[in-house]
């Protein structure tokens, strides 16, 4: 399905090529509810022809249509300029009639308050609403199984016709119409001036080639597209359709690649997850004290027990990102009033590190696959993804290759941390604890036979498998420098380098499969990371060359967009190939050609 987004704050709307909404995944979203499921329009009983289409921003589109059957007569024109702005859609056409005779002009409209897990797959449940006509329009009451109310209020300038599931105007001149839907919880209350126009971002770095520059400024507006207000300020969103809700991991490295350039990001992904931390022991949401959240829902069935999403803490490697993060965040900004302010937060997820991070007592950092939850609970957390040279599902618990990286980085930032506060003694122990952990990631990880890293381990048994994970331990910079080279060569070997960036899973592994989420795909993240890591270690033109591959793979896109992810095909056999169901635009790909303009030769 082609796939068109518009989006401001948590409201967003998923249509087709031509911004109508109809069928799959197809709806007008809020707080994780889909609340219309169709809304198309209609020109005497066709579907309008749709000419041209222009994005303003990733909030405003401006369309040109005209009749169905055109043929070498316009007999209608139509203008239409759609605006998502806080809580509400503005929808306005103009109608000019270059013929005589009456139109009449439709919007379907249909909601089903389906909560974002059940458009998703999970097991779908009536949703009972009321529907009563309002202002030249209709309004549309959802009470929740959580006690919430929800409502769809569609409004109409000039009012309209309630025929059938349609707002309808027939009219023999022109004609202007306004219609205004509004996605309200409980007492809420909203006008458009409630809403401040950002300006527009402009790029911070310096770039020779024009296309380039776009795919920079591309990431850029996207990223300002995907910010939502929380009660810490704004925070990313980690994609659209599926992940306008917060994500540690995503967020984290966000504000990871974006650094130095955007310490406004990083300060706000920093200040939110702190307000989120982990106090309690859950083994439902896997909450424990000082641990940094994965996930956090608002929908129908989180808010009714039914998802652990409330928040969720399934994750392992979001807590040494967060303290990675705020040792760099010092270190760019030289905001030591934030970092002595959240101390409390910092030292409480060095303490979940210190005291959860190893559940095996082998010197890795490790997680246990959560049955209620994700059984794999890093980056690549689908629940193939983690197996043995055979293909099989390994057991114990699992110690990935690129966590042992974020641990000892964030215990080189701790140390930093505690520098900086005046306490020596504390970042001594801080920096003998990332000593241990490389030292043990060597001796545990290291694959000699190949020159590269183990995938991990898993119940102690070493994970034989070649991936793109340990090219992260070259950005953490936990892995040794006479190993670095050997890494480059393997990762840009045929096998895992597709031309177009680095495969998940090299091409001759089991489960290899180049159009699966994460056993042989692209993920443009994954190859900045492994640029980044190759550059920390003077590697520059293994380094360049990533750049330059995710770079084209942007200039092939109509929009110069990276995609979340697209299918791990041969360069020489054409241009990238889509994934069919990858976020539209996609958190961590926003930031992926800001991070990597500097690489470019």
Known sequence: MSRSVLKDNQLFLVGDADFQVEGGEAGLYRHDTRYLCSYRWELDGQPICWLSKYLSSPAQLRQYGTNHDLGYLMKTGIRRSLRASGIELCDRLELSCHSSGERTLRLHFAADFADIFEVRGHPAEPRAFTSEPSLGGVRLVRKGLDGLLRVAEIRSDPPAALEEGALCWRTSQDL??????????????????DRCELPPPTSPVE???????????????????????????????????????????????????ALPYRLDLARQVLRFLS???????????????????????????????????????????????????????????????????????WEAALAWLEREGDSDGDGLLDYRPHSGGLTNQVW????????????REPEGPRAIVELQGYGYAAYRAAAQLYRACGQPALAGEADQRASRLQDDFERLLY????????????????????????????????ASPRRAEEVAALALHPRMFSGWGLRTLADDQPR??????????????DTAIAALGLARYHLTSPAATLARALFDAAGWA???????????????????????????????????PLALASLLS
Not at 572 to 592: L, M
Request: net charge negative; glycine share 10%.
């Open 176 to 193: 202007h119409v306004t219609v205004r839907t509004q996605l309200l919880e409980g007492e809420e209350r909203f006008t458009p001036e």
């Open 207 to 257: 770039i020779a080639s024009p296309r380039d520059r776009q795919v920079v400024q591309r990431g850029l507006e996207d990223l300002q597209s995907l910010l939502f207000d929380t009660e810490s300020g704004p925070f990313p969103a980690a994609g659209i359709p599926w992940f306008v809700a917060p994500f540690g991991r995503d967020a984290l490295i966000m504000a990871h690649l």
């Open 275 to 345: 307000l989120k931390q982990g106090k309690r022991s859950d083994p439902f949401t896997l909450e424990a004290p000082g641990k940094i959240l994965h996930e956090e829902r608002y929908g129908e069935l989180t808010r009714t027990g039914r998802t652990p999403h409330r928040p969720y803490f399934g994750t392992a490697d979001a807590t040494p990102l967060y303290l990675w993060l705020m040792g760099r965040y010092l270190e760019a900004s030289e905001d030591l009033a934030m970092v002595l302010e959240l101390r409390p937060h």
């Open 380 to 391: 690549k957390d689908s629940a193939d993804s983690v197996f043995d040279e055979f293909g």
């Open 447 to 478: 694959w000699p036979e190949l020159g590269y890293y183990y995938h991990g381990l898993a119940g102690g048994r070493p994970l034989r498998v070649v991936t793109s994970n340990p090219v992260h331990a070259l950005w953490s910079g936990i």
């Open 512 to 525: 290899y499969n180049p159009v699966s989420y994460h056993n042989g795909s692209v993920w443009p993240h």
């Open 558 to 592: 109509s929009d110069l967009r990276l995609p979340e992810l697209f299918a791990g095909y041969p360069r020489e056999e054409g241009p990238p190939v889509p994934f069919p169901a990858a976020c539209h635009p996609q958190g961590w790909d926003t930031v992926v």
